[in-house]
C-alpha cells in the first residue's frame, strides 16, 4: 500500500504496470492532484507521458527535418556550383528567406496556441475558421514581404555585404518569391493539422515532397544547368508541392470533417482579438530565429567574408538541422500542453513540461557528441575548399555547445507557445538577445581577434541568459490560472457567430 500518507490511485484500478497505458488524461489528472504519489508510480507515469509526446514528436520532428532539407539540399547543390553562389545562397537564404520563414513560422504559432486550446476543449469547428484568419493574415505579411524579396540586393548591400555576394543573392532571392507565398499557406495548414494530433500523414507527405526535390534539384542543376536561379524556383515549387498536398488532405480526409467545414465569411470577422496573439507570437519567434541569422549577415562585414560566411554558414545549417529536430518535440510540447490547458488538465500540463524538458537534454548531449566526433566530415559535405574546412572545424567546439542549449531553449519556447506567453517572452527575447548578447558578440568579433568565434560566443551569452529566464518563468507558473487564461483566450480568438456562412 505505500507509506502513510502516500495516495495509492486504487479508486482508478492502478494495480499494474499495464493498466497505466491506457488512462485518459482527465484520469491522470485526478491522480497527479493526490500529493505524495507514491515513488514506484513515477517512472510509469514518465512513461505514460512520453509514449504520447513521442506519438506527436516523432512524426513532427520528420515533418521539420525534412521540410528544412529542401533548403538544406538546395544550398549543398549551390556550393558545388562555386564559392561564390554558394555564399550569396546562404546570404539569401539566412538574411532574406530567414527573416520571411521567421514571421510566418511566428505567426503561425498562434494556430498552435489557439487551435490546440480549442481541440483541448472540444470545440472543434472554431479550429477551421482560426486556420483560415491565419492564412488571410499570413498572405497579407507575405505581399509587403515581397518587395524585401525584390530588392534584396541593394538592402544587403546597404547592410555591408560584399557587392558580389549580394547580387548573387538577390537572384536566389527572387526565385524564392513564389516560396514566400508557399509559406503563407503551409505554417498555418501544418499548425491546424499537428493541434489535432494529425502527424504521420505530414510526415509521409514531407518525406515524399523531399525525395521529388532531390531529383528535381539535380536535373534543374546538372542536367539543365539552370544554375542558381533553378535551384531557387525548384525549391519553391517544392514548396507548393507541400501546399497542395496538405491542402487536399484537409478537405478530403474524415479525420478533418468537423475541424474543417469549409471557407467561411466568418474567418473575417473578430480578426483583430487573433491578429493582436498573431503580432505578438510573430514578434517572440522573430528575436530568436533572427538571432541566429544575424550572425551569419554579422560574419559578412568581417574581413574575408567568402570563408566567413561559408564557414558560419555550414555551421548554422548544422545548427538550423538539430533545430529542426527539436523545433519537431518543441511542436509537441506545445500540443501537448495547449491540448491540455484547452481541457482544464493543469496538474497533466505541468507534468508534460517537466517530461518534455528532460527528453530534449538527453538528446542533445547525444548531438553535442556527434558534432565533436565527425567535425571534420561535417564540412565536406558543402565543400571541398580546404581553406573553409579548417575553418569550419575551428568553430565546432561552438556548433556543440550551441547544439547543447538547442536542447533547452526551443523546448521551453514550445511550452510558451502552447501556454500564450508569446509576449513576455518577446521581452525576454530582446533583452537577453539584442540588448546582452548581440553587443558583446560585436565587441569580441570586431574589438579583439577572434573574429566569427566572437561574435559566436556573444550570441551564447544571449541564449544562455534567455534559457535560464525561461526556466524561472516556467517553475514560477500557476498552471490552474492558465486553464482560465487558455478559456478566455479561446473564446477571443475565435468570436464565431451562432449561424456560420459557409462559401
Same mark, same amino acid.
Given at each position: 500500500?505505500?507509506?502513510?500518507?502516500?495516495?495509492?490511485?486504487? &479508486? =482508478?484500478?492502478?494495480? +499494474?504496470? #499495464?493498466? *497505466?497505458?491506457?488512462?485518459?488524461?482527465?484520469?491522470?489528472?485526478? $491522480?497527479?492532484?493526490?500529493?505524495?504519489?507514491?515513488?514506484?508510480?513515477?517512472?510509469?507515469?514518465?512513461?505514460?507521458?512520453?509514449? &504520447? =509526446?513521442?506519438?506527436? +514528436?516523432? #512524426?513532427? *520532428?520528420?515533418?521539420?527535418?525534412?521540410?528544412?532539407?529542401?533548403? $538544406?539540399?538546395?544550398?549543398?547543390?549551390?556550393?558545388?556550383?562555386?564559392?561564390?553562389?554558394?555564399?550569396?545562397?546562404?546570404?539569401?537564404?539566412?538574411?532574406?528567406?530567414g527573416l520571411a520563414y521567421g514571421i510566418m513560422l511566428g505567426m503561425a504559432s498562434a494556430v498552435q496556441t489557439v487551435c490546440g486550446q480549442a481541440f483541448g476543449a472540444r470545440k472543434l469547428p472554431e479550429m477551421g475558421i482560426i486556420c483560415q484568419k491565419a492564412i488571410i493574415l499570413h498572405l497579407g505579411a507575405a505581399v509587403l514581404l515581397t518587395f524585401l524579396y525584390w530588392w534584396s540586393g541593394p538592402i544587403l548591400i546597404a547592410i555591408g555585404q560584399a557587392e558580389d555576394i549580394a547580387l548573387q543573392g538577390q537572384v536566389f532571392a527572387r526565385g524564392i518569391i513564389p516560396q514566400l507565398y508557399a509559406f503563407a499557406i503551409n505554417c498555418p495548414q501544418q499548425r491546424f493539422l499537428q493541434a489535432q494530433n494529425i502527424v504521420n500523414p505530414l510526415a509521409y507527405m514531407s518525406v515524399g515532397v523531399f525525395l521529388i526535390h532531390i531529383l528535381l534539384t539535380w536535373l534543374v542543376v546538372y542536367v539543365l544547368e539552370y544554375g542558381l536561379m533553378g535551384a531557387a524556383l525548384t525549391l519553391s515549387l517544392s514548396w507548393w508541392l507541400l501546399v497542395i498536398t496538405y491542402g487536399l488532405y484537409i478537405i478530403l480526409s474524415p479525420k478533418c470533417k468537423e475541424t474543417w467545414t469549409g471557407f467561411s465569411w466568418n474567418s473575417f470577422k473578430g480578426i483583430w482579438p487573433y491578429f493582436k496573439l498573431t503580432l505578438s507570437s510573430a514578434i517572440m519567434l522573430c528575436l530568436e530565429i533572427w538571432y541566429n541569422q544575424g550572425l551569419v549577415l554579422i560574419?559578412?562585414?568581417l574581413s574575408n567574408p567568402t570563408i566567413a560566411l561559408d564557414s558560419i554558414s555550414i555551421c548554422m545549417n548544422y545548427l538550423n538541422w538539430d533545430m529542426q529536430f527539436m523545433l519537431g518535440l518543441s511542436a509537441a510540447a506545445s500540443v501537448r500542453v495547449s491540448n491540455e490547458l484547452g481541457a482544464g488538465n493543469a496538474k497533466v500540463a505541468k507534468f508534460s513540461v517537466f517530461v518534455v524538458n528532460g527528453t530534449s537534454i538527453l538528446i542533445s548531449i547525444v548531438f553535442s557528441a556527434i558534432v565533436l566526433i565527425f567535425k571534420v566530415g561535417l564540412s565536406k559535405l558543402f565543400t571541398s575548399d580546404s581553406v573553409v574546412i579548417a575553418a569550419v572545424s575551428d568553430l565546432t567546439p561552438l556548433l556543440a555547445i550551441s547544439v547543447f542549449l538547442n536542447g533547452i531553449q526551443p523546448i521551453l519556447s514550445g511550452v510558451a507557445i502552447g501556454s500564450g506567453w508569446q509576449a513576455v517572452v518577446a521581452y525576454v527575447n530582446l533583452t537577453c538577445y539584442y540588448i546582452i548578447g548581440l553587443p558583446i558578440g560585436c565587441v569580441l568579433g570586431f574589438k579583439t581577434n577572434m573574429g566569427v568565434a566572437g561574435i559566436w560566443w556573444g550570441m551564447i551569452i544571449g541564449v544562455f541568459l534567455q534559457t535560464v529566464t525561461l526556466i524561472i518563468l516556467t517553475a514560477r507558473t500557476n498552471w490552474n490560472t492558465e486553464v482560465e487564461k487558455a478559456a478566455d483566450r479561446l473564446k477571443k480568438a475565435a468570436e464565431i457567430p451562432d449561424s456560420p456562412t459557409d462559401v
Amino acid at each position: 500500500m505505500g507509506s502513510a500518507g502516500e495516495y495509492q490511485p486504487l &479508486l =482508478l484500478g492502478l494495480d +499494474s504496470h #499495464s493498466q *497505466i497505458p491506457g488512462l485518459s488524461s482527465a484520469a491522470i489528472e485526478e $491522480f497527479l492532484e493526490h500529493r505524495p504519489v507514491a515513488v514506484r508510480w513515477w517512472p510509469r507515469l514518465v512513461a505514460w507521458e512520453s509514449r &504520447l =509526446l513521442w506519438i506527436l +514528436s516523432g #512524426s513532427s *520532428i520528420i515533418v521539420s527535418i525534412f521540410n528544412y532539407m529542401l533548403s $538544406f539540399v538546395t544550398l549543398m547543390f549551390c556550393g558545388h556550383l562555386s564559392a561564390l553562389e554558394l555564399a550569396g545562397a546562404s546570404i539569401a537564404s539566412v538574411g532574406i528567406q530567414g527573416l520571411a520563414y521567421g514571421i510566418m513560422l511566428g505567426m503561425a504559432s498562434a494556430v498552435q496556441t489557439v487551435c490546440g486550446q480549442a481541440f483541448g476543449a472540444r470545440k472543434l469547428p472554431e479550429m477551421g475558421i482560426i486556420c483560415q484568419k491565419a492564412i488571410i493574415l499570413h498572405l497579407g505579411a507575405a505581399v509587403l514581404l515581397t518587395f524585401l524579396y525584390w530588392w534584396s540586393g541593394p538592402i544587403l548591400i546597404a547592410i555591408g555585404q560584399a557587392e558580389d555576394i549580394a547580387l548573387q543573392g538577390q537572384v536566389f532571392a527572387r526565385g524564392i518569391i513564389p516560396q514566400l507565398y508557399a509559406f503563407a499557406i503551409n505554417c498555418p495548414q501544418q499548425r491546424f493539422l499537428q493541434a489535432q494530433n494529425i502527424v504521420n500523414p505530414l510526415a509521409y507527405m514531407s518525406v515524399g515532397v523531399f525525395l521529388i526535390h532531390i531529383l528535381l534539384t539535380w536535373l534543374v542543376v546538372y542536367v539543365l544547368e539552370y544554375g542558381l536561379m533553378g535551384a531557387a524556383l525548384t525549391l519553391s515549387l517544392s514548396w507548393w508541392l507541400l501546399v497542395i498536398t496538405y491542402g487536399l488532405y484537409i478537405i478530403l480526409s474524415p479525420k478533418c470533417k468537423e475541424t474543417w467545414t469549409g471557407f467561411s465569411w466568418n474567418s473575417f470577422k473578430g480578426i483583430w482579438p487573433y491578429f493582436k496573439l498573431t503580432l505578438s507570437s510573430a514578434i517572440m519567434l522573430c528575436l530568436e530565429i533572427w538571432y541566429n541569422q544575424g550572425l551569419v549577415l554579422i560574419s559578412g562585414l568581417l574581413s574575408n567574408p567568402t570563408i566567413a560566411l561559408d564557414s558560419i554558414s555550414i555551421c548554422m545549417n548544422y545548427l538550423n538541422w538539430d533545430m529542426q529536430f527539436m523545433l519537431g518535440l518543441s511542436a509537441a510540447a506545445s500540443v501537448r500542453v495547449s491540448n491540455e490547458l484547452g481541457a482544464g488538465n493543469a496538474k497533466v500540463a505541468k507534468f508534460s513540461v517537466f517530461v518534455v524538458n528532460g527528453t530534449s537534454i538527453l538528446i542533445s548531449i547525444v548531438f553535442s557528441a556527434i558534432v565533436l566526433i565527425f567535425k571534420v566530415g561535417l564540412s565536406k559535405l558543402f565543400t571541398s575548399d580546404s581553406v573553409v574546412i579548417a575553418a569550419v572545424s575551428d568553430l565546432t567546439p561552438l556548433l556543440a555547445i550551441s547544439v547543447f542549449l538547442n536542447g533547452i531553449q526551443p523546448i521551453l519556447s514550445g511550452v510558451a507557445i502552447g501556454s500564450g506567453w508569446q509576449a513576455v517572452v518577446a521581452y525576454v527575447n530582446l533583452t537577453c538577445y539584442y540588448i546582452i548578447g548581440l553587443p558583446i558578440g560585436c565587441v569580441l568579433g570586431f574589438k579583439t581577434n577572434m573574429g566569427v568565434a566572437g561574435i559566436w560566443w556573444g550570441m551564447i551569452i544571449g541564449v544562455f541568459l534567455q534559457t535560464v529566464t525561461l526556466i524561472i518563468l516556467t517553475a514560477r507558473t500557476n498552471w490552474n490560472t492558465e486553464v482560465e487564461k487558455a478559456a478566455d483566450r479561446l473564446k477571443k480568438a475565435a468570436e464565431i457567430p451562432d449561424s456560420p456562412t459557409d462559401v
